[in-house]
């Protein structure tokens, strides 16, 4: 693996149809400006995650700048992605740090960073149609909502206390989706948190005793991690999550860039859960490949890999600063339950997304039945204890998905009384004449 890149024309000028590809690069200070343009794109989603569970949000942001290195890396420097915090682990952490602690939420995230990668592997040598077998998009939809949904009462958990702070939040999210162009459209939620931060201070909801006491340089506090199996479960359905939106990534950004990245599909399974392993090793938050920065390639066109090799440094730099991490960590519930309810409400019409874009045909009984008896599951947040093992809504919902699936198409082609869901769709793209070698 080369990590030189080539220079795109004089590396200064850009035409209305040129692209970057991954192997190449602009001038240094543009690739600079452009990689912290992706720090400033992942960092809102990025830190919520910590704030809504509690996690350092600097250990956070370390293990995310070291995650996306160890992504580029693993993929050989072809993959384009930055690696921040999965929404998906806010439910199960939440539901291990109230039964045993963080260090069991942190051991929670590290067995299913093992798990990933291990799928990872499996995809990288055996291929992955295997996965859109397991979960067609009616599955994959499924989860994805249910995970958003059962979030819901955390969300008002947080709205409630500081309501007028929660309004304003969200509502400088809805305006600002509408109201700005270009990235700053991009990144409303992250300016909606900065004017319900402002609202929050001028109201006294804000305590700066933790910040002004920290040092303003020094290594992020680490967790160290135990094993709770009672929890494991909660954490099953993340890995699910995790696979769907990595595979969505390869073929997004292999769409864009015109580019067969097949083969690089298992190599960014198993990198992404090499990094939510190194993130569990710590006490970081799990991660996944960050969708608000596909939005930068998008709008950018420049998918070089230098980029996120910048962002990816930068990250580290900031997590070395104790201070910054507190300041972070004064936001207050307020705010947090206003971002919260505009992000969750999305996770879960992504599900919705993710049928939509695939045609999932809900005059099929069995896709119904696969989406709504999941979906009653895990906004009612059914619970279910089995000896020392305890499972909640997204884990029963996620198995529910995959059993009333597989179980009914089992039975209707028997019986014939049904007709079979349509096959997953896939994303066609021209053949990688690097592709060998990538797969080697």
Do not use: C
């Not at 933790?210 to 199996?229: N, R, Y």
């Not at 910054?324 to 997304?353: C, D, E, K, Q, S």
């Amino acid at each position: 693996m080369a990590l030189g890149w080539t220079l795109h024309g004089d590396g200064k000028t850009l035409g209305p149809t040129d692209v970057v590809a991954p192997d190449e690069r602009l001038s240094w200070p543009r690739t600079v400006g452009i990689g912290m343009q992706h720090v400033v794109a992942m960092f809102g989603a990025t830190f919520l995650v910590p704030l809504i569970t509690g996690f350092s949000p600097a250990t956070t942001l370390f293990f995310s700048g070291l995650g996306t290195i160890a992504f580029l890396l693993i993929t050989r420097n072809r993959l384009p992605s930055y690696l921040g915090s999965s929404f998906a682990f806010i439910a199960p952490i939440g539901a291990a740090t109230a039964a045993g602690g963080q260090s069991v939420a942190v051991g929670g995230i590290l067995v299913t960073g093992l798990v990933l990668a291990a799928v990872g592997a499996v995809v990288h040598f055996v291929g992955a149609g295997w996965i859109d077998t397991l979960m067609p998009p009616i599955v994959t939809g499924t989860i994805v909502a249910l995970i958003g949904l059962n979030l819901a009462p955390a969300a008002w958990g947080n709205f409630e206390q500081f309501p007028v702070t929660a309004t304003v939040t969200l509502a400088t999210i809805l305006v600002a989706t509408v109201l700005f162009r270009g990235i700053l459209g991009r990144l409303s939620i992250l300016v909606g948190v900065v004017v319900g931060y402002v609202v929050a201070v001028i109201r006294g909801e804000v305590d700066f005793s933790a910040a002004e006491q920290a040092a303003w340089i020094g290594f992020p506090d680490f967790v160290t991690p135990t094993f709770d199996v009672a929890v494991l479960g909660l954490f099953v359905p993340v890995v699910l999550v995790l696979v769907a939106e990595n595979v969505g990534h390869v073929k997004s950004v292999a769409a864009m860039t015109g580019r067969d990245l097949d083969s690089y599909m298992g190599r960014a399974i198993f990198a992404d859960g090499v990094a939510t392993t190194l993130a569990g090793t710590g006490g970081g938050s799990g991660t996944t490949t960050y969708a608000e920065n596909i939005g930068v390639m998008a709008a950018t066109r420049v998918y070089s890999t230098a980029a996120y090799w910048v962002a990816a440094f930068t990250a580290l730099a900031l997590s070395m600063s104790p201070k910054f991490g507190a300041l972070v960590a004064t936001v207050p519930p307020g705010v947090l339950g206003g971002a919260a309810t505009m992000l969750y409400g999305m996770i879960g019409v992504l599900g919705a997304r993710i049928w939509v874009q695939n045609r999932v045909d809900f005059g099929n009984p069995v896709n119904l039945a696969t989406a709504a008896v999941p979906l009653v599951i895990g906004i009612a947040n059914f619970t279910f204890a089995a000896g020392d093992l305890t499972f909640e809504g997204i884990a029963l919902g996620t198995g529910a998905a995959l059993l009333i699936f597989h179980g009914q198409t089992a039975i209707a082609r028997w019986r014939g009384t049904s007709a079979e869901p349509a096959s997953p769709a896939s994303v066609p793209g021209p053949r990688d004449p690097e592709k060998d070698d990538a797969a080697s």
